[in-house]
């Protein structure tokens, strides 16, 4: 369903261009309908592999797909559906305008875009808030209205990345809850996290990213039947990574 095959990337940084090494040779499959965790300490690569899978940046070598179809194709947008880490909408759309231009720039009708714009900011909690402009939102609300924006086309494709930053327990287990509901749905959700006790919850499988090189992909129930938790794994991975993996 989402596959990256030996991608690369490389980033010059700063005055002394200094490379630096953001993915080496990911190789990673996610299948229909799994809730995958990519997990990795700051720095590690998880943005820039989703920034890949979104066709946001290319990769110096290798190939990411999403059900079949290279992710450079412009199709593959139609049934992937994208929240970036810190969403940021212009302050003065309401979240009613904010999922109305993002279902016209998928192409749906009228009517299909109002009744999905009312099921899903019931859904993130923000009927009552949705004629209100987005710079008199908290942060917890900017984000669940950008969940309600990548869901407006039903995709097929979730793709998140940190989800749950900024949120309160409360957002937390709403968006944890949506994502549930999306899997129930048959959809494949990719979602970067640093709060491991969500991922844990909610994930079938995780990757562990360390350094630009992944580490381990495991299913959470692998994990836990072993009778370890997703910290001592996760800590196991990036010291055996070693210091200067970590960024
Ligand atoms: N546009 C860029 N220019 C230069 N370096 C970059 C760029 N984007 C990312 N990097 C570097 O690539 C590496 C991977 O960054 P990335 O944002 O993918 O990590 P991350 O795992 O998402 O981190 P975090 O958990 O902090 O969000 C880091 O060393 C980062 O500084």
């Keep these: 369903m989402i596959k990256f ?14 490379r630096v090494k953001a993915l080496v040779n990911l190789s990673l499959e996610i299948e229909q309908g799994e809730i995958f965790g990519f997990l990795g300490p700051n720095g590690a690569g998880k943005s820039t592999a989703i920034k890949i899978l979104i066709n946001l940046i290319y990769p110096d070598s290798g190939q990411a797909t999403i059900m079949d179809t290279d992710v450079g194709d412009k199709n593959v947008r139609r049934f992937v559906g994208y929240l970036p880490e810190n969403p940021y909408f212009y302050d003065y759309l309401t ?12 192409g749906m009708a009228k009517d299909e875009i109002l009744e999905r714009s009312n099921l899903l900011l019931d859904k993130v909690q923000l009927l009552e808030a949705r004629k209100r402009p987005l710079r008199t939102y908290s942060k917890g609300m900017v984000q669940r209205a950008g969940l309600a924006l990548a869901l407006i086309h039903n995709p097929k494709v979730v793709i998140l990345d940190e989800p749950m930053s900024g949120l309160d327990p409360i957002g937390r287990k709403m968006v944890g809850d949506i994502i549930l509901e999306i899997k129930g749905e048959g959809k494949t959700v990719f979602f970067s996290s640093h709060i491991l006790s969500d991922v844990e919850r909610f994930c079938d499988q995780i990757g562990i990213i360390v350094g630009g090189r992944l580490r381990r992909t495991s299913s959470v129930a692998d994990v836990l039947k072993h009778g370890e938790t997703l910290e001592d794994v996760f800590m196991r991975e990036v010291h055996a990574a070693g210091l200067k993996e970590v960024r």
């Design 5 to 18: 095959a030996g991608v690369s990337k490389e980033f010059k940084e700063g005055v002394t261009a200094k």
């Design 95 to 106: 979240a009613e305008e904010l999922l109305w231009f993002g279902g016209k720039s998928s």
